[in-house]
């Protein structure tokens, strides 16, 4: 008996294990809807433009040491199932909006579990409380949450009042024909575009993106991959690449369009459209919004019940191999 127990000890302590390293602290960035406090009106989606995603490019899934994060809008439902998503756990307390769920990407799980609550960001939870709608996470020294800051690559919301301003395309002198609109990406806080949707993603006008994650690289043909790992901030048809959402009220979301508002599509701004994952893959309905994603090449830390649990455990281990 003793033995069965402590063999069982054993195997929770070695699934905890591989859940809990390596560990490090993150900046998270966060921009808010236009119902939160505080309130953001212009920025919907945003990247650091250094998301490493170039492996998915070719297909490559799954993959070890990757985790997708990601949030939805306040009306996300989730999948019931058995066991429910995350999201569907955390939308019966009216609480999914203003949570980040984290996908280790050599598991790719509708069940993949919430990694940040509100209050571990700062936020306000409940139906009228804060909406996470756009999201970057990169490693650092020190665990700091930036709230609304300006993301380096962003698309604008529809109800930005920059919406229909003049924009040039950057690296050029070609002006936007229909100016800026939600289906660009604009480079921080000016009027000047990294690229177009309708130009470079294959969207359609009147699309919205709502979750950006974004790998700017620089064209160079001496190098093996023909790139280097370096922004430039212009568009490379073919080099540059992207995974991206849109909102429910896009063209390309509608009943007849080839998306919903839960995928997640991927371009080489040559067009193109692929689907990278889609909303069931990620614990959500045909209708849930996912409006927040980044991608980071590390392993999720704990969150501190798991950290507890695993301390727990290893005393149980120890006193029962001591008897
Ligand atoms: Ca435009
Ligand atoms: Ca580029
Ligand atoms: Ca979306």
């Known amino acids: 008996m003793r033995f069965g127990l402590t063999r069982a000890a054993v195997g929770v302590l070695c699934t905890l294990a591989s859940v809990a390293r390596p560990v490090s602290a993150q900046v ?46 306040r009306l ?9 998503s995350a999201v569907h756990v955390e939308a019966q307390a009216v609480s999914a909006h203003g949570d980040i769920v984290a996908l280790d990407m050599s598991t790719i799980s509708p069940t993949a579990p919430v990694y940040r609550q509100e209050p571990a960001l700062g936020l306000d939870p ?12 990169s ?50 806080i000016l009027n000047v575009l990294f690229a177009s949707g309708v130009r470079d993603m294959g ?13 700017d690289v620089t064209p160079d043909p001496s190098n093996p991959e023909g790139f280097r790992r370096e922004a430039n901030g212009v ?19 509608s009943l ?18 692929q689907l990278f994952l889609g909303a069931a893959a990620l614990g959500l309905s045909d209708t849930d919004n996912l409006d927040a994603a980044a991608i980071i090449s590390e392993r999720v830390i704990p969150e501190p019940g798991m ?6 455990m290893l005393g149980y281990f120890v006193r029962s191999r001591g008897r």
């Open 28 to 73: 998270i960035g966060l921009s808010l809807d236009a119902a939160s406090s505080p309130v953001e009106y212009d920025v919907c989606a945003g990247s650091n433009g250094y998301e490493p995603i170039d492996k998915f490019m070719n297909g490559s899934l799954p993959a070890s040491h990757m985790n997708l994060f990601f949030s939805v809008d």
């Open 76 to 84: 996300a439902f989730g999948i019931p199932g058995s066991p429910p």
């Open 126 to 137: 409940g139906f009228y409380g804060d909406d996470i709608d756009g999201l970057q996470i």
């Open 139 to 188: 490693d650092n020294p020190q665990q700091q949450i930036l709230l609304n800051s300006a993301f380096d690559y962003q698309s604008l919301c529809r109800s930005s009042l920059s919406i229909g301003q003049p924009a040039n395309f950057s690296g050029g002198v070609a002006a936007d024909p229909d100016g800026l609109t939600p289906d660009d990406i604009a480079l921080g």
């Open 203 to 215: 969207l359609q006008p009147g699309d919205a993106i709502d979750g950006l994650i974004l790998m």
């Open 235 to 253: 568009v490379d048809p073919g080099f540059d690449m992207a995974i991206f959402s849109l909102d429910p009220f896009s063209p390309s979301t």
């Open 256 to 273: 007849f369009g080839p998306w919903k508002p839960g995928d997640l599509i991927k371009t080489r701004f040559m067009g193109d459209q």
């Open 307 to 312: 950290a507890a649990l695993f301390l727990l």
